[in-house]
């Protein structure tokens, strides 16, 4: 059995492989792949990372979200917030 501790003994069937380098610099935005087909997500773990990192920023900003709390059984979908002109969709 593979140990997860040691990436040299993920079998070939599990591993990424890609056939190019990606140039990250001119990328303004990044994707996760949230439905299952590349890696099995703690999803519970995960969005409640997401939410307290952008909270934190929110804060940071100056934003009135510091009562709102992380609720996991409410609906998660994606939120796209333009830095730039200030929309959330």
């Given at each position: 059995m593979a140990n997860a501790s040691d990436p040299t003994s993920v079998p070939p069937?599990?591993?990424v492989y890609a056939n190019r380098t990606l140039n990250l610099r001119s990328i303004a935005a990044v994707g996760y792949d949230m439905d299952y087909t590349l890696i099995h997500y703690?999803?519970?773990h995960w969005e409640r990372q997401a939410y307290g990192h952008i909270?934190?920023?929110l804060?940071?900003?100056g934003w009135p979200v510091a009562y709102l709390e992380f609720e996991?059984?409410?609906v998660t979908r994606g939120l796209v917030i333009d830095t730039e002109l200030g929309n959330i969709v």
């Amino acid at each position: 059995m593979a140990n997860a501790s040691d990436p040299t003994s993920v079998p070939p069937e599990r591993k990424v492989y890609a056939n190019r380098t990606l140039n990250l610099r001119s990328i303004a935005a990044v994707g996760y792949d949230m439905d299952y087909t590349l890696i099995h997500y703690r999803v519970d773990h995960w969005e409640r990372q997401a939410y307290g990192h952008i909270r934190r920023h929110l804060l940071d900003d100056g934003w009135p979200v510091a009562y709102l709390e992380f609720e996991p059984d409410l609906v998660t979908r994606g939120l796209v917030i333009d830095t730039e002109l200030g929309n959330i969709v």
